[in-house]
């Protein structure tokens, strides 16, 4: 099945620096790669997601990049905010596979100092 | 039909009693996942529906868990004889069912077991 290693698993920004977080996948089938955040007591919740065909999406703030060559794939977030500070996952999946499964990356622990 | 929804959102019980949890998801996605999520991990699958049908069931899924979704609308997840190894955020997701799209959490039921 799918792996999805991610790190670091704890980063501490100054406020308005960038943040990034990286996360490697060992399916070389896999061709869809959310990122959720997670909030104290919620639920995951979708930020932005990429598909292999494509290399890099943007969506204000944050931006993700895949590098399907080498089995990874990155979050970064630019003119970092305190309502920033959550954990954040990354997830692969095989769309072709019958599951439909996302397989997760352990979390990073973002915290955006004032 | 504002999200996932996830009842209860906290639950305590002794060791060796049975619980049950229940999920609303997204009205017209006919996908429906459970996963679980202990401290400083990702979520991990347990088992997902397509419709009515239980079509995947994790290895963590032990016999001592049971789900279901009669009609396809809601879904219970049953844990007989609890132990205090099962104590973690029980999540639901539910998704439209094409591969592309990520799924939507629900804010998760936590159980502890002591």
């Known amino acids: 099945g799918e792996n999805v290693e991610q790190h670091p698993s704890t980063l501490s920004v100054q406020e308005g620096d960038s943040a990034v977080i990286k996360c490697t996948y060992s399916?070389?089938?896999?061709?869809?790669f959310p990122w959720y955040k997670q909030e104290l007591g919620k639920g995951p919740q979708l930020i932005i997601d990429?598909?292999?065909?494509?290399g890099e999406k943007k969506d204000q703030r944050i931006a993700v990049t895949l590098n399907k060559t080498a089995k990874h794939f990155s979050l970064h977030i630019t003119e970092t905010q305190p309502e920033d500070s959550a954990v954040y996952f990354c997830?692969?999946?095989?769309?072709?596979?019958?599951?439909?499964?996302?397989?997760f990356g352990a979390g990073t622990t973002v915290t955006v100092r004032a | 039909d504002t999200g996932v929804s996830q009842d209860p959102r906290h639950k305590i019980t002794k060791r060796g009693q049975n619980v049950t949890f229940r999920c609303d998801p997204i009205?017209?996605?006919?996908?429906l996942y459970w996963y679980r999520q202990t401290l400083g991990q990702g979520p991990e699958f347990l088992t997902y529906?397509?419709?009515?049908?239980?079509?995947?069931k994790s290895r963590l899924l032990s016999d001592r868990f049971s789900a279901e979704r009669p009609k396809g609308s809601f879904s219970t997840l049953e844990i007989q004889r609890t132990e205090q190894g099962d104590s973690a955020m029980y999540l639901c997701?539910?998704?439209?069912?094409?591969?592309?799209?990520?799924?939507?959490f629900g804010s998760g039921t936590r159980l502890t077991v002591v």
């Open positions: 997701a539910s998704s439209s069912g094409t591969g592309y799209y990520g799924y939507t």
């Open positions: 399916d070389s089938a896999s061709n869809y």
């Open positions: 990429i598909r292999s065909n494509v």
């Open positions: 997830a692969a999946r095989n769309p072709d596979s019958n599951d439909y499964k996302l397989s």
């Open positions: 009205s017209e996605h006919n996908r």
């Open positions: 529906f397509q419709n009515e049908a239980q079509l995947e």
